[in-house]
């Protein structure tokens, strides 16, 4: 019998009995979406759990990161990392707005501010860096850049949930910060994301943002979308975060364990996770160096012929992608740093139900 396949992630459920008393109170309240219940108990439990000022929900992180970019009126160019999922550049364009790439950093892998203000035009109205793998991006100086400039900052920090820094939360940097929680993030309500707010009067306009514009019955004062998270996916967020304390310590175990096994690879080279008091170890990305026998997609190859699925995480860039390939920012010669990583990463599986045979398994297919 061959071995399960194991997955780069899989997402986190926890016992099917325990949601069943929430669907019930659904079923009786009868009200579906359009900010019930269930809605506003998961904005105070995260606000709560994460220790944010304010949170609104959104039904994806890709909506969330549209509307954030809309209540911060931004214009023009936004300068953003290539090194993401596409969903940070869509928001951009889809803003009617020109994302310019600049290069990352080669430790962290997260936007190198030393590369942002050099980027800056007259046309430069914000800055979307990206918490990558949930490692914190240097926030101070590009608060500093920011300031200097009179820019906006939208954090995608849809890899960074309950991630703290000296300051505390992470996600209080910024205008605004977005979150995902898309099935296979830490946190997850099956599909879903939110926006941190700095105060009530923020929350409130990107509120009627995510819901058409409609402020009462007979009012549209804005050209919103329908962002709304229903009360089913806000249940199963509540019954999460019940689970969170475990979830948790499952990655911490999974990255300790990777990190005690292919510490002393030759060639493989362990991310750190810098600048952090407490990390989700939302992923597990290694860069396969010029002393591995194997290239990376040699490896990546070698790994699913053995029914292991790991993912080149992030490759190829943004800036590589038809719809942005022509920007003179999305020059591979631009972006030295970036196309370089992009060429060695790999993420490892990494969730809380891996078993140690699955682990050892992986460590063993790396280690030849």
Not at 43 to 60: I, K, T
Not at 205 to 227: M, P, Q, R, S
Not at 315 to 323: R, V
């Amino acid at each position: 019998m061959a071995d399960e396949p194991i997955f780069v992630t899989q997402p986190y459920l926890p016992p099917l009995e325990e949601f069943t008393p929430y669907l019930e109170q659904i079923w009786a309240n009868k009200q579906l979406t359009n900010g019930g219940p269930m809605h506003q108990q998961l904005e105070q439990a995260l606000s709560d759990y994460l220790g944010v000022p304010e949170l609104a929900l959104f039904n994806n992180g890709t909506n969330a990161l549209l509307t954030a970019l809309q209540a911060m009126n931004v214009t023009g160019e936004v300068i953003t990392t290539p090194y993401s999922f596409a969903a940070t550049a869509h928001s951009i364009l889809w803003n009617g707005l020109t994302p310019v790439f600049v290069d990352i950093d080669p430790v962290t892998l997260n936007i190198d501010p030393k590369k942002i203000e050099a980027a800056i035009t007259p046309n430069t109205s914000a800055i979307m860096p990206v918490h990558c793998y949930g490692n914190p991006c240097d926030v101070t100086a590009i608060k500093q850049i920011a300031d200097k400039h009179n820019l906006r900052v939208v954090y995608d920090a849809a890899h960074a949930f309950g991630v703290e820094d000296a300051g505390g939360s992470i996600l209080c940097h910024g205008d605004l910060s977005v979150l995902s929680f898309h099935a296979t993030k830490v946190f997850n309500t099956f599909e879903g994301g939110a926006i941190i707010c700095p105060d009530t009067k923020t929350k409130q306009h990107i509120n009627n943002l995510k819901n058409f514009g409609i402020v009462d019955e007979v009012t549209v004062t804005e050209t919103g979308l329908n962002g709304k998270m229903s009360e089913i996916n806000a249940a199963f967020g509540l019954l999460q975060l019940q689970h969170m304390e475990a979830v948790l310590e499952g990655r911490r175990w999974v990255a300790q364990s990777y990190r005690e096994q292919l510490s002393d690879v030759p060639g493989i080279i362990i991310v750190p996770a810098k600048e952090q008091i407490v990390s989700n170890n939302s992923y597990f990305p290694i860069l396969i160096g010029p002393e591995y026998p194997l290239s990376r997609d040699e490896l990546y190859q070698k790994m699913k012929d053995h029914n292991i699925f790991a993912r080149r995480y992030f490759y190829p860039l943004i800036s590589d992608f038809p719809m942005y390939s022509s920007l003179k920012s999305a020059k591979q010669s631009n972006l030295p740093v970036a196309t370089h990583v992009a060429k060695q990463v790999l993420c490892l599986p990494a969730y809380p139900d891996l078993t140690d045979a699955d682990l050892n398994k992986v460590a063993k297919v790396i280690n030849g």
